[in-house]
């Protein structure tokens, strides 16, 4: 891990980003294997292998010749992740996040998502993308928080069952 960006917290003093690697592998493979943690992500299988992992971690593409996919750290270990994914229309990013479910309701998340969307180097005029599943307050409250406006609703299917989900929008300008 050559680069760390600090996360300001006041309860979690030793939070940071860094680049996502293959040691985090089985860290994220007991994250995602928490039906609790997975339960609101539509993207990995479960239960996942550390297969699947090891493959998810190695596939992570570049943004602007820069890691798109950060762990969120405390002293260090993971405890989850946010990244930053391009999607086929040009200058528009999918955001995505998670946290292991023991650090749920301390802020880290919203905290760890704006330091992400600061400190990561996108376009001028960049469309960033976020959604959720409806019943997830929590995310909700995460994204509006980091600046994003609710656009509409979508369908997510999820393990062969169909959710109603809720897409968010953010455009920077910087």
């Known amino acids: 891990m050559t680069l ?3 996360i300001s917290h006041s309860k979690f003093p030793s939070l940071s980003l860094s680049p996502l690697v293959l040691d985090d592998a089985s860290e994220m493979f007991v994250h ?4 609790e ?9 479960y239960p996942i292998t550390i297969e699947q992992i090891r493959a998810y971690i190695s596939s992570r593409p570049l943004v602007n010749g ?18 930053l994914v391009p999607k086929t229309a040009a200058g528009t990013y999918e955001l995505g996040y998670y946290l292991a479910r ?29 959604g959720y599943l409806a ?14 406006t609710k656009i509409g ?3 997510r299917a999820k393990n062969g069952l169909i959710y109603q989900g809720v897409k ?7």
């Open 102 to 130: 023991p650090y749920w309701c301390n802020g880290i998340a919203t905290a760890a998502v704006k330091t992400f969307l600061n400190e990561i180097h996108v376009d001028k005029n960049t469309r960033i993308e976020a």
């Open 153 to 155: 609703y979508e369908q």
């Open 66 to 83: 820069q890691a798109s996919t950060f762990a969120i750290r405390d002293q260090n270990r993971m405890i989850g992740e946010v990244s």
């Open 32 to 35: 995602l294997n928490d039906e």
């Open 168 to 174: 968010m929008v953010r455009t920077t300008v910087s």
């Open 37 to 45: 943690t997975i339960k609101y992500l539509i993207g990995p299988p």
């Open 4 to 6: 760390s960006i600090k």
């Open 135 to 148: 019943d997830n307050i929590a995310s909700e409250k995460i994204l509006l928080k980091s600046g994003f």
